[in-house]
């Protein structure tokens, strides 16, 4: 894509041009390469807008949302916006992307059930065009909300059904994300060997693929599971673990997290 994006502009028409901006702004976002990403936002959003493509228009605007999710406010305002242009143009795809990010704004507000509803709404549409990968993300979402409302149960449930849902859509990734909110919810049943078992499915995964942007966020929940079990010196290795890759990544919650674990 960067080899296309190269060629003078004159070779390439706005749309091509449009399009691999924008699929190069998705890959930039899951390396965590931000700045860039923003950059390549402006650029595609500027040209779908003088192409009238309000689909083009939505994907750009909601994956600049995601990559300002820290920035609340702005972040939101752009997701709703592109919500109202996936509903226009009655694409279900994005209408689940959309909803599922506003869901977790609506999480921290503290409006758990109108996050729910969001997630509910979502997991319909998508599943209604058969993207089961991102329609897992959603179950794993509306599981989480169901955690911290208390109904560990029916967490598990729904938590359970997204690990499958990610694997039948081919995204691993997710169903590894899936397995460490899954742990989670076994520590809340006293089930610490469960709890550990997944943490290790997932850590296992991420060492492999050598993703250390998804590993650092179960490196701290591990730890504690190993303290639980009482290996107080694996606890400590993966407790230092995660603050070197937090330094590097520069994620200071996570940091004072691991610390304090």
Not at 195 to 222: D, G, H, I, K, M
Request: charged content about 20%; some cysteine; proline content about 1%.
């Amino acid at each position: 894509i960067s080899q296309f994006l190269a060629l003078p502009e004159s070779t390439q028409s706005k749309h091509a041009r449009a399009n691999a901006l924008k699929a190069a702004l998705n890959l930039l976002l899951i390396q965590g390469e931000n700045a860039e990403a923003d950059r390549l936002a402006d650029e595609g959003m500027a040209l779908f807008r003088e192409l009238s493509d309000k689909t083009g228009m939505a994907w750009v605007l909601v994956s600049k949302g995601w990559n300002l999710m820290g920035e609340a406010n702005e972040a939101e305002s752009l997701i709703a916006e592109s919500l109202v242009l996936f509903r226009e143009v009655v694409d279900q795809r994005g209408m689940g992307m959309a909803l599922w990010l506003l869901s977790a704004f609506k999480q921290r507000q503290g409006g758990l059930s109108e996050a729910a509803a969001m997630l509910e709404e979502g997991t319909i549409a998508l599943q209604a065009v058969g993207d089961d990968a991102l329609a897992g993300q959603l179950y794993e979402s509306l599981g989480y909300v169901y955690l911290i409302s208390g109904d560990t149960a029916r967490a598990i449930e729904l938590l359970s059904q997204a690990v499958t849902l990610c694997r039948e859509g081919g995204d691993e990734d997710g169903a590894c994300n899936t397995l460490i909110t899954l742990a989670w919810a076994s520590l809340v049943q006293g089930d610490i060997e469960r709890a550990a078992s997944q943490l290790e499915e997932s850590e296992a995964w991420y060492r492999q693929f050598q993703l250390p942007t998804r590993l650092v966020n179960l490196l701290s929940e591990l730890g504690y599971v190993r303290h639980l079990q009482g290996d107080e010196d694996a606890a400590t290795a993966l407790f230092h673990e995660a603050m070197i890759l937090y330094q590097q990544q520069q994620r200071t919650w996570g940091l004072i997290k691991s610390l304090e674990l």
